[in-house]
Structures are given as C-alpha cells and as structure tokens.
T-cell receptor, first 115, second 113 residues
Framework: DAMVIQNPRYQVTQFGKPVTLSCSQT?????MYWYQQKSSQAPKLLFH???????NEADTPDNFQSRRPNTSFCFLDIRSPGLGDAAMYLC??????????????FGPGTRLTVT | DQQVKQNSPSLSVQEGRISILNCDYT??????FLWYKKYPAEGPTFLIS?????DKNEDGRFTVFLNKSAKHLSLHIVPSQPGDSAVYFC????????????FGTGTKLQVIP
C-alpha cells in the first residue's frame, strides 16, 4: 500500500546532541512537510518542500534543518535539541495539483524525547 | 494567534446519536476546509473537506457544514459509532498556490457504547 513512513517511531536524544528524523513516501507526491506537535496543541508547520524548493516558516528556529535528497525521502535535522524540542514530529505529503491539493497524507509520527 | 479554533477539547456522545464538532476561523482568506481524524499512535488521516463555494458536503455518515459569514464550520457524524472515537482536527487553507494548511488544536470525541 502506498504510504508515508517515519523512522524511528520513538527517538530519545540527549540535550544538545544532534538528531535526525526520517520520512519516506511511496505516494510519489511532490510536496513534503514537517510538522511539530506538542501535547494538546495544533500541528505546527516547520517547513515544506515543493519538489526541490525549500520553504521555511518564518518562526521555525534555525536549530531545525531539512534535507530532501530525492522525491521519496525527507529528513529533519535538529542540530542542538533542547528540552523544549520534545514533541511529536509529523511528516506529511501532498500532490500539488488542482482539486485536492490541500489534502495531506500523514505518517505515524516520531515521538522525540530530550533528556 | 490561533487562526483556526476548536474551542471544545473533548466531547462525549452516546452510540447511535449525532456528534457535532465545531470549528471557527479568523482568516477571511481561507477558502478550503478539511477535517482530519487521528487515532492514538497514528498520524492524522483525511476525513472530509469543503470548498468555500459550498455550504455543505456529505460523505456517508459525515457531513461538513460551512457558514462563511460566521466563519464557522461543523462536522456532523450520524449515527456515531464507537470506532469514531478519536481526535478530530479542523484545518483550513487558502488557494494562493501555497500548500500550507493551518490546523486547529483538535477535539477528542468519545463515543460511548
């Protein structure tokens, strides 16, 4: 089945130790997103790729970086995780065509713990 | 500034009755609205959507109503089933070519058998 896969599902890292979260998709969608979601809050968009074009949200901290080496994969790098970065990180994809371009397909998320 | 608001964090409904989940928005540029459903340990899944040119969209047991003048939309589930117990997120976007969707904080629905 076509899907969005996130690895690992649970990640524990130490304060200040770089960590990378990964996302892959078999949907062949040209747009990929990274969201941060903290408890009882709305998913917050960090950035998205439209094909190879990177779009950063204005309030996304510099501590967060992203890479998209090809259509299928996208990575979230947190250079120096702080305790406030503990959250669920959701990857999503969408197909940038007319009609249902707003519909996004989500992975199961990676729960990041910072110790 | 929360542009999409779901003011009810939780809702309990008896099985077989109607569930009504509400959502308000402040950005008048929003012209497309979506509802997502999220089970524990899973990502949100798309449920139903509505364009601003419509005031109602129906898909089986799920109906979304849009009141543009009030900047309000609602999701009706009838009849409610225990498997509908989940967190429901309201989301909105504008069709300015940008793929960005703004989410609400979610409403946790519990359907009691």
């Amino acid at each position: 089945d076509a899907m969005v896969i996130q690895n690992p599902r649970y990640q524990v890292t130490q304060f200040g130790k770089p960590v990378t979260l990964s996302c892959s998709q078999t949907l062949n969608h040209n747009v990929m997103y990274w969201y941060q979601q903290k408890s009882s809050q709305a998913p917050k968009l960090l950035f998205h790729y439209y094909d190879k074009d990177f779009n950063n949200e204005a309030d996304t901290p510099d501590n967060f970086q992203s890479r998209r080496p090809n259509t299928s994969f996208c990575f979230l790098d947190i250079r120096s995780p702080g305790l406030g970065d503990a959250a669920m990180y959701l990857c999503a994809t969408s197909r940038a065509t007319s009609g249902n371009q707003h519909e996004q397909y989500f992975g199961p998320g990676t729960r990041l713990t910072v110790t | 500034d929360q542009q999409v608001k779901q003011n009810s964090p939780s809702l309990s409904v008896q099985e077989g009755r109607i569930s009504i989940l509400n959502c308000d928005y402040t950005n008048s540029m929003f012209d497309y609205f979506l509802w997502y459903k999220k089970y524990p340990a899973e990502g949100p899944t798309f449920l139903i959507s509505i364009s601003s040119i419509k005031d109602k969209n129906e898909d089986g047991r799920f109906t979304v109503f849009l009141n543009k003048s009030a900047k309000h939309l609602s999701l009706h589930i009838v009849p409610s089933q225990p498997g509908d117990s989940a967190v429901y997120f309201c989301a909105a976007s504008d069709s300015g070519g940008y793929q960005k969707v703004t989410f609400g904080t979610g409403t946790k629905l519990q359907v009691i058998p």
